[in-house]
């Protein structure tokens, strides 16, 4: 595998279920983030993950819980969700100390809340 | 704050220039960036320049800044079917950790 990776690439979740979706980079990076790609919206940054400590936490609601428990691998652990958080979630990693700091994609999973 | 506008969509013909536009507020960006979103996939990262630069040329792509009117440019020479697309420009912030405020995207459209 090379790049970043995303599993599953769909889901399909009633409000009720608990799920998780799971990213890998094969790049070396020391950051991971979590983005929510929604219709016609700008792309929304959610958690970044440097070195494996949160640093950034866009207010986003506690039904959204992520994991990293290596420079590697994210987690999106989901419970309870909306139907309003039906969109694309998009994980990238980089490489901070670079100084372009490029963040590079997966290819994202799809996410229908019913 | 941050924002940044793109329009939504634009249509050329096959052999063609493309010019995808993109305003940005935040004056001290360092880095912007374009990336490439085809149906079903995550984003492409194409290009990006550093904030000192006015210009810079990778194959068919040409960035053009101009900070003074916090405008920036993707120019993509002799456009292919292959290059339609959803094209986002981002700037990356001071603010945060270094987080990338991304604009709305344009569909380009490549017609044969």
């Known amino acids: 595998e090379t790049g970043v990776t995303q599993t599953p690439r769909h889901l399909v979740m009633g409000m009720t279920n608990k799920k998780s979706l799971k990213c890998e980079q094969h790049l070396g990076h020391n950051a991971m983030y979590w983005y929510k790609q929604s219709a016609k919206k700008p792309l929304e940054l959610m958690f970044v993950?440097?070195?494996?400590?949160?640093?950034e936490n866009n207010s986003v609601p506690s039904r959204f819980s992520p994991e990293c428990p290596n420079s590697s691998h994210l987690f999106l652990h989901l419970h309870t969700l909306q139907p309003e958080d039906s969109a694309l979630y998009l994980c990238?990693?980089?490489?901070?100390?670079?100084?372009?700091?490029?963040?590079?994609f997966g290819p994202g999973t799809r996410l229908t809340v019913l | 704050g941050e924002d940044v506008e793109q329009s939504l969509f634009l249509s050329v013909r096959e052999g063609d220039s493309s010019v995808i536009n993109c305003t940005y507020t935040d004056s001290s960006s360092t880095y912007l960036y374009w990336y490439k979103q085809e149906p079903g996939a995550g984003l492409q990262l194409l290009t990006y320049?550093?904030?000192?630069?006015d210009m810079k040329q990778d194959q068919r792509l040409t960035v053009l800044l101009n900070k003074k009117d916090k405008h920036l440019s993707l120019r993509i020479a002799d456009t292919q079917t292959g290059d339609s697309a959803i094209y986002f420009c981002a700037e990356r912030a001071n603010t945060g950790f270094q987080k990338l405020v991304f604009g709305t995207g344009t569909r380009l459209l490549v017609s044969p």
């Open positions: 990238a990693s980089s490489q901070v100390d670079r100084d372009a700091n490029e963040q590079f």
């Open positions: 993950y440097s070195l494996e400590e949160r640093v």
């Open positions: 320049i550093f904030s000192n630069m």
